[in-house]
Every structure is written in C-alpha cells, then in structure tokens.
C-alpha cells in the first residue's frame, strides 16, 4: 500500500506539533504525578478539530483523512501519550462507530458535540471477566416497553470517569452467546448509570479509567446501535480502527523516546568519548530508528487501508493488527533502551524516558494483546483457526 503526503498532512502535522509542544509539555508531567484528567487542554484540542478529525464537517469534525488522524496522534503522544490516548478513543472508537453505525438521528445528537470536543466519549466492551474474549461478557440488556434496561458491569473504560457519552456492548440474547451482543448509546447522567473506581494505573495516569456499573439502567430504544444482535460484528470492525490510533499513539512514545536518546548520545561524556560513539549505544540508536520508520510505514499503510475501506466497506483487519503490535512493541523496544541509555538519570522523574518507559507498555496490552494482534495475523493468513 502506498500513501502520499499533502500540504494538508504537513499542516495537520505541524497543528498539532506546536499545540503538544505550547500547551500539553508544560503540564505533561504534573498531570502524570497527579493522575488528574487534563479537561482544559482537551477541550481545547477539541476546539482545533483534534476530537473528530475524520468526521464531516457537518457533524463537527474536521473533515480530513485516516492518514491525517494517525499523523496528528503521533505528534500529540510524542509530547504525551495521556492525551494521545484520549484523543484516540474519541475519535476511533466513538466517533468512527457513530458515524459508521449510527443513525442520522445519533450522529447529529452524539457525533457532533463528540467530534467538536464540547463533550468526552468513551467506549465499553471490557469486563472483569471478559478481556480478550469479548464474546464471554455477562452483562445484560433487556427491552420493555420501549427502553433497554441495562445491568451488569464493565471495566477499564478510558475516560470513563469523565465521558458524557458512552458506547456499550451487552447481551440482549443470552442463548445466542455472541451472536445475541447489541450496542448502545448512553449519556452519562441516565438514572442506574454508576462510575466506579478509578484504576491506580502504571502509565498514562491523567488518561482516566474506571470502572461503569449499570443497575436497572434505562435506555431509549432509538439508543440502540444497528440491529438487535449486531453488537459484536461492530465491535471487531471499530477494533481495526482503534488498533491503528493505538498504533499511532505507541509510535509517538517511540518517536519521543529516541528523539531523547539521540539528544543524550550526542552531549553525555564517559571515558573521554561522547558516549554515541560507543558501538554498544550506537547500535541501540540504529536499532530505535529503523523500528520507528518501520512502524511508521506499517501505520501509513494500515490508515490508507482504512481509508479506502470507506469506499469498498471491507475490513482493514490484518493492517491494523500487523501495524498496532509492530508499533506497540517497539514503543516498548525504544522506551527501554531509553532509559538504559540515560543510565540513572533514565530512571529519574527530573528527565521524560522514565514516563515513556511506563507509558509504553499499555500499548502492548489495550486494543487487543500483543498475543491477540499474533493470532489475528496467523489466522488471516493460514486461514487456520
């Protein structure tokens, strides 16, 4: 798959470059340290177009391509990946699925205060006891008269500790297992709707996540996503696109890590040599680039797939998986090699590497494991399941 950059691409790039560098570096780290919700800036980045940048400028957004929105997710996440992934989760796991699945009725009621950042989305297939295997959730959606009442409990929610609006996915047929799935829209003020406890994260800490309690939660027929029964065929197909700005967020990690690296090699002294010269960290730095631009590249590829999917309607899946664990993985690969280049300073909250390491690694996990992305891979090319 080929990409092109436009004038379009380089300037989105640069948007979002000089608002991550002015507005989001300068409180980056407090926010980290607090584990406070960074709503100020999102909502201003909302205001720029950064909260729906694929969704019609009649709904809200910004009008622009998949490649744009990988692009401006890189640039945001290099800085901080806290609102890199806020700023995925609106865009592809909400706005993508209103505005793939949605009514016209949603998309203008839902999707355009979404993708224009005057609310914050989240999206809820997790359980406790549901992770990888969406298809074993327990929670229950049953109709009477008109209204869904929903029960059941769903976790790690990002944003849900703030969302106004969220997608949830429960059984309405128990006996058709994953088959009997439907998904809906809830706002957040709906009587049964219940936040949980936060999680005490290891990384992105101002990324909120919780859990959601549903208790007899009463939700309007015209609230449901598609047909009865449609639930999971939505939530594997909105998956592709979430994988891809997952992708895009572990890049930016990778990009900020090596940036940082390649900055200490060329400055750090040991043993009379700056210590870039040294084969050992040299080869750390080749090792760092070419994963990025690899990654870069699987990405790129995975966001044209994307966009030509809105054209012919068919799945991108082997794409973005093959894009989100490369990436993944190698935001985790540079992230390491970070810090043990940075030596004790690596280790220290006074230099970034050490918020990167721990950042890094959610992207190896969320959106799909680096062990599911593997066995998505092989199953689409064996044809073996």
Request: glycine letters at 10%; one cysteine or more.
């Given at each position: ?87 995925s ?22 999707l355009?205060?979404a ?31 008109g ?32 088959k ?28 909120a ?20 029964g ?39 002294e ?57 990436a ?58």
């Open positions: 798959m080929t990409y092109i950059l436009t004038d379009e691409h380089e300037m989105i790039r640069q948007t979002a470059r000089d608002f991550a560098r002015n507005e989001i570096a300068p409180i980056a780290a407090e926010f980290d340290e607090s584990g406070e919700f960074p709503m100020e800036t999102i909502k201003r980045m909302g205001a720029m177009g950064f909260m729906g940048i694929e969704v019609p400028e009649e709904y809200g957004g910004a009008g622009m391509d998949a490649l744009a929105y990988v692009i401006a997710v890189e640039e945001i996440s290099k800085v901080d990946a806290s609102h890199g992934g806020i700023m989760v609106n865009n592809s796991l909400f706005c993508h699925t209103i505005l793939r699945y949605g009514s016209e009725a949603q998309k203008k009621k839902y355009t205060d993708a224009s950042g005057k609310i914050v989305a989240a999206y809820s297939l997790t359980e406790p006891m549901s992770g990888s295997d969406a298809s074993t959730m327990r929670s229950k959606a049953v109709l009477e008269n209204h869904y009442v929903l029960n059941g409990r769903k976790s790690w929610v990002t944003s849900g500790p703030v969302a106004d609006y969220i997608v949830v996915f429960m059984l309405t047929d128990v006996e058709e297992e994953h009997g799935i439907s998904a809906f829209i809830v706002e957040g003020d709906t009587p049964g709707f219940e936040r949980g406890k936060k999680e005490p994260k290891l990384g992105i800490r101002a990324s996540t919780s859990e959601i309690v549903f208790e007899n939660c009463r939700v309007p027929l015209e609230n449901r996503l598609g047909e009865e449609q639930g999971f065929i939505i939530a594997m197909a909105v998956l592709d696109a979430g994988r891809i700005g997952i992708g895009a967020q572990a890049l930016g990690i990778a990009q900020a890590a090596y940036e940082a690296s390649l900055e200490y090699v060329k400055e750090r040991a043993f009379g040599k700056k210590i870039g010269q040294f084969q050992g960290t040299g080869f750390k730095i080749a090792d760092m680039k070419t994963r990025i631009e690899a990654s870069r590249g699987l990405l790129y590829s995975a966001a044209m797939a994307k966009e030509h999917s809105k054209e012919n309607d068919q799945r991108y899946t082997l794409e973005a998986s093959m894009a989100k664990l490369f993944s993985e190698t935001a985790m690969f540079c992230a390491h090699h970070a810090v043990q280049i940075h030596g004790a300073m690596g280790y220290s909250k006074e230099f970034p590497v050490e918020r990167y390491f721990r950042d890094a690694k959610i992207t190896e996990i969320y959106e799909g494991t680096s062990e599911i992305q593997r066995m998505v891979i092989s199953r689409l090319e064996t044809g073996l399941r």
